[in-house]
């Protein structure tokens, strides 16, 4: 069952290698094992996990029917949930931190502030499966939390750190500085108010904006994520998770949010934030894999439609040539 779950790992890890720039140092290409297990990822991984799911079915017994498929549906629902969410993380890292950070800050503030409030104005029971939840903590909770989504997004968005894509892992380490030109989604403009409000002015970035609507979602989620995780454990007549962290329910009572939120957070950017541009690193992939005479022939194609730009082709080869 393990190996059978490590397969549908790989299978969905073939995300990873879609969105992933191959390695600049290409000597590990040179394998023909390892060029052909990366070529076929997708069949490769099925085909383990047909046939670790045979083995699965001649397995089964009469009496132990009900617990064996209980532990297969178990499995495959972990594997979904922490594979999936597990990957778009790093993709919202390759995007640039702030898309994993904004969303992990959101939901402490939110948490924080909902026990907070809860614990001081907190009078109506929000449901039956957490009763301590009140409406008073949801409510000012996600008040807070959207202001700390508008500020706190503007403070991340100032360092480049934060707001430089990262298509690969290999080409720096964590203390080297990271360069790149600022996205204008991180840009503060001036805006005025109309006389008739003093005409005042002032700056916003559009990261604001996004950060209001990450804190939104994020207030709207991040409860009932808890309420769910109370009624898991109700069903299974468990207290908490785990115990490595006490009274707090372990480690799956302070991801659970989190793990949605990746998904929600790259769904969002992808769609409102992300230019609608072709992936430049995706077709780099898609070249690497073509013939040597493909390559010559898209090589030709490419040149003939920069010459009809009225691009400097000269120059342009002599940069490539240095």
Not at 105 to 111: H, L, Q, R
Request: charged fraction near 15%.
């Amino acid at each position: 069952m393990l190996v059978e779950c490590f397969s549908v790992s790989l299978l969905r890890g073939e995300l990873l290698t879609v969105f992933s720039r191959i390695s600049q140092d290409r000597k590990f290409m040179e394998n023909a094992l390892l060029q052909f297990l990366l070529r076929h990822h997708t069949f490769v991984s099925f085909a383990v996990y047909g046939g670790f799911f045979v083995a699965f079915v001649l397995s089964l017994q009469p009496k132990l029917a009900s617990y064996q498929f209980g532990i297969y549906a178990r499995s495959h629902i972990a594997i979904f949930v922490v594979i999936t969410c597990a990957n778009f993380m790093i993709l919202n890292v390759k995007m640039g931190m702030i898309w994993f950070l904004l969303p992990v800050v959101c939901v402490a503030m939110n948490d924080s502030f909902s026990y907070i409030f809860g614990r001081m104005f907190g009078k109506t029971p929000l449901t039956a499966l957490s009763p301590k939840k009140t409406w008073e903590g949801l409510i000012y909770g996600g008040i807070t939390t959207l202001i700390s989504g508008f500020f706190v997004s503007r403070l991340l968005s100032r360092w480049e750190f934060m707001t430089c894509p990262k298509p690969e892992f290999t080409d720096c380490n964590i203390l080297c500085r990271v360069h790149c030109t600022p996205s204008t989604v991180f840009l503060p403009s001036i805006f005025g108010l109309p006389k008739v409000f003093g005409g005042v002015t002032f700056s916003l970035a559009s990261i604001q904006l996004h950060g209001v609507v990450i804190a939104l979602f994020t207030s709207v989620l991040a409860p009932f994520g808890g309420f769910f995780a109370s009624g898991a454990k109700r069903a299974f007549k468990v207290k908490d998770f785990g115990s490595i962290i006490p009274g707090h329910g372990g480690i799956t009572d302070r991801v659970d949010c989190h793990l949605v939120m990746a998904v929600f957070t790259y769904v969002y950017v992808i769609n409102f934030v992300r230019d609608r541009a072709p992936d430049v690193e995706k077709l780099l992939i898609m070249v690497t894999e073509l013939t040597l005479t493909e390559q010559e022939e898209l090589f030709h194609e490419l040149y003939q439609i920069i010459v009809d730009k009225g691009a400097n082709v000269k120059a342009l080869l002599a940069d490539v040539v240095q």
